[in-house]
């Protein structure tokens, strides 16, 4: 959705951080759209302190992976509210029931459909 620059476009994630918002009912949401790398964290460290919740995005077709623990872990840490976030459910490898089940890494806590 963000992933604008070409070294963006041609590694297909995000290397830097980028804000982008939406309206809705005469609300602003504002998003902050961080690497998942753990080659790039410090820029979700920072964007982390200006923000009111964490969302962690799941690869659908992957689940949760080192750099979603270590995500997950600095979230925990800074004591902000998290929510997971599955992507690629479309894709035929997809195994939406094995991701939902394992994506709340080291909380012993039932994920939400909510």
């Known amino acids: 959705m963000s992933d604008n620059s ?9 290397v830097s951080s980028c ?17 998942g790398s753990d080659d790039f964290v410090g820029n979700a460290v920072t964007a982390l302190s200006v923000t009111d919740t964490a969302a962690l995005v799941v690869d659908g077709r992957n ?3 080192v750099g ?14 998290l929510m997971f976030v599955i992507n690629r459910l ?4 997809c195994d ?3 991701v939902y089940n394992h994506s709340s890494p080291s909380t012993q806590a039932p994920a939400s459909t909510a």
Not at 90 to 93: M, V, W, Y
């Open 6 to 14: 070409p070294v963006e476009k041609e590694y297909g994630y995000s």
């Open 19 to 35: 804000v982008f918002y939406a309206e809705k009912n005469g609300k602003k949401l504002n998003f902050f759209d961080c690497p």
């Open 63 to 65: 689940g949760v992976e």
């Open 68 to 81: 979603t623990q270590n995500n997950f872990r600095t979230v925990e840490r800074i004591g902000k509210p």
């Open 90 to 93: 479309e894709d035929e490898k």
């Open 96 to 98: 939406f029931d094995n």
